[in-house]
């Protein structure tokens, strides 16, 4: 993204900011149709993706238009409660969070090692992130450095005043993961993609894919539980925090070993979050090799 581009997004981001909600959905919902017909890159590759994650999806090309379809709506509504973000109230958003799962999260509070949150791509985390802070614990996000410096710094401070840190990809970053988990703080990260470039091959959907071994390595180091979470729209607009068992990593003396079974682990719940939501797994990336 470059400086202009910046700009217009900051222009575009105030002016929705102060939109009521519904309006703010529906410029959103106008945007998406434009890009869903438009996008030269995007849609293809989010195509191709969910047909590796629901193969179903390859013998039936009206269907996959019809996720394809709903998923840019949904991720642009995503990016429109990103932008009122600035100037949204926890308490506003409180009541639009429903849970499942939840006591899976406070079994892995008792063992008292933080908890690291391992997720997909998928639904508006920064808004269920900020109810979380406020309600149960403190939180941070492992995130990508983004560019220019002017977005990602914009992204940090919009977190913060929602009391969510920010954690880059790099030493320092896992250094305050670390840190953080001790202090019995909850760490949100995504393995469904890999930003940095030195992700793991590991069967995804039955397809090699670069995934980060970082999480099952940092639980493997800490002994910190690992909670596999979703989080995706209601027809209403509200979210649903959807969490499954916990996986705990155990040691056999073979650190990679151990470390491509634990995330094995993960990768299944994914899996499953996927195929149930594809309509909301937002990843107009390449992922796998053959793809766009």
Not at 75 to 90: C, E, F, G, N, S
Not at 202 to 212: Q, R, S, V, Y
Request: glycine share 6%; with cysteine; hydrophobic share 45%.
């Amino acid at each position: 993204m470059g400086e202009w581009t910046w700009r217009a997004f900051k222009v575009v981001q105030s002016f929705v900011a102060r939109l009521p909600r519904p309006w703010a959905y529906a410029l959103a919902v106008a945007a998406s149709r434009i890009a869903w017909w438009f996008s030269p890159l995007a849609r293809p590759r989010l195509e191709y993706n969910l047909t590796i994650a629901c193969p179903e999806l390859a013998d039936d090309p009206k269907e996959l238009r019809r996720i394809s379809r709903l998923n840019f709506r949904n991720h642009a509504k995503a990016y429109a409660d990103l932008m009122q973000l600035p100037r949204a109230r926890v308490e506003a958003m409180r009541p639009r969070l429903k849970v499942q799962g939840w006591e899976h999260l406070e079994q892995a509070r008792t063992i008292g090692k933080g908890v690291l949150v391992v997720s997909c791509h998928m639904g508006s985390y920064e808004e269920v992130a900020a109810i979380w802070s406020a309600t149960l614990a403190p939180v941070s996000f492992f995130a990508e450095e983004l560019e220019p410096r002017a977005l990602f710094e914009w992204y940090r401070d919009t977190r913060a005043r929602l009391g969510i840190s920010v954690l880059t990809l790099d030493h320092g970053g896992i250094r305050k993961v670390l840190e953080a988990l001790r202090e019995q703080e909850m760490v949100i990260t995504a393995i469904d993609r890999d930003i940095t470039g030195t992700g793991h091959m590991m069967p995804f959907f039955g397809k090699p894919a670069p995934i980060p071994l970082g999480p099952a390595a940092i639980a493997l180091r800490t002994g910190t539980p690992l909670f596999p979470v979703c989080v995706y729209r209601l027809p209403d607009d509200t979210y649903m925090a959807e969490g499954t068992a916990l996986v705990i990593a155990e040691s056999t003396g073979d650190g990679r070993a151990d470390q491509e079974r634990t995330t094995g682990l993960l990768l299944r719940r994914l899996e499953q979050f996927i195929q149930a939501h594809p309509e909301q797994w937002h990843v107009p990336h390449r992922i796998w090799e053959g793809g766009p």
